[in-house]
Antibody, heavy 120, light 105 residues
Framework: QVQLQQSGAELAKPGTSVKLSCKAS????????IYWVRQRPGQGLEWIGY????????YYSEKFKGKATFTTDTSSSTAYMLLGSLTPEDSAYYFC?????????????WGQGTLVTVSS | IRMTQSPASLSASLGETVNIECLAS??????LAWYQQKPGKSPQLLIY???SLQNGVPSRFSGSGSGTQYSLKINSLQSDDVATYFC????????FGAGTKLELK
């Protein structure tokens, strides 16, 4: 079965970076985009962007350009998101997700989320 | 595509029927999903293609609509249904609705 396992909670200081991971299993990692979503406490879901492990191609929502950087390690079926120049406003849950199909479709597969807290 | 979800919050009694709506800014041809999210958890898929029930989701959940107007209906509300619900269109890129927080009265 498809599973996305995310790394544990992070506590980071302002100005630093954190690298979150999303380990995929149960399917061919290189055949599906991995999407990243942010959710601030008590707020809605915001798309950060996505990466295609098959060729490393990525897309970033305008708001997150320069903030987030996606990478993948196909040998371990793991996607990563580097969040840089952290501020308290980056404190949030971050989720990875995969569509049902490789083409536009719904998201039945989600990681459990990683809570990032930015505080001095 | 903008998704306008209503109401933003909802208070209902056990056993009651509730409706949540999403209005798309243009026709999304039923490319719509509904998710349930509980605090500190990831969204869980309930409905896809506007009205198809995801495997394992109780039949008291149902989706309807077409064009620009869509609804999620929860029959016989149970305590486990207390959560925030989001719609998502996937017809043209992806957009989430702002969410509906469902509480017990």
């Amino acid at each position: 079965q498809v599973q996305l396992q995310q790394s544990g909670a992070e506590l980071a200081k302002p100005g630093t970076s954190v690298k979150l991971s999303c380990k995929a299993s149960g399917y061919t990692f290189t055949s599906y985009y991995i999407y990243w979503v942010r959710q601030r406490p008590g707020q809605g879901l915001e798309w950060i962007g996505y990466i295609y492990p098959g060729n490393g191609g990525s897309y970033y929502s305008e708001k997150f350009k320069g903030k987030a950087t996606f990478t993948t390690d196909t040998s371990s079926s793991t996607a990563y998101m580097l969040l840089g120049s952290l501020t308290p406003e980056d404190s949030a849950y971050y989720f990875c997700a995969r569509r049902f199909y490789s083409s536009p479709s719904w998201f039945p597969y989600w990681g459990q989320g990683t809570l990032v807290t930015v505080s001095s | 595509i903008r998704m306008t979800q209503s109401p933003a919050s909802l208070s209902a009694s056990l056993g009651e029927t509730v409706n949540i709506e999403c209005l798309a800014s243009e026709d999304i041809y039923s490319d719509l999903a509904w998710y349930q999210q509980k605090p500190g958890k990831s969204p869980q898929l309930l409905i896809y293609n506007a009205k198809s029930l995801q495997n394992g989701v109780p039949s008291r959940f149902s989706g309807s609509g077409s064009g620009t107007q869509y609804s999620l209906k929860i029959n016989s509300l149970q305590s486990d249904d207390v959560a925030t619900y989001f719609c998502q269109q996937y017809n043209n890129y992806d957009t989430f609705g702002a969410g509906t927080k469902l509480e017990l009265k």
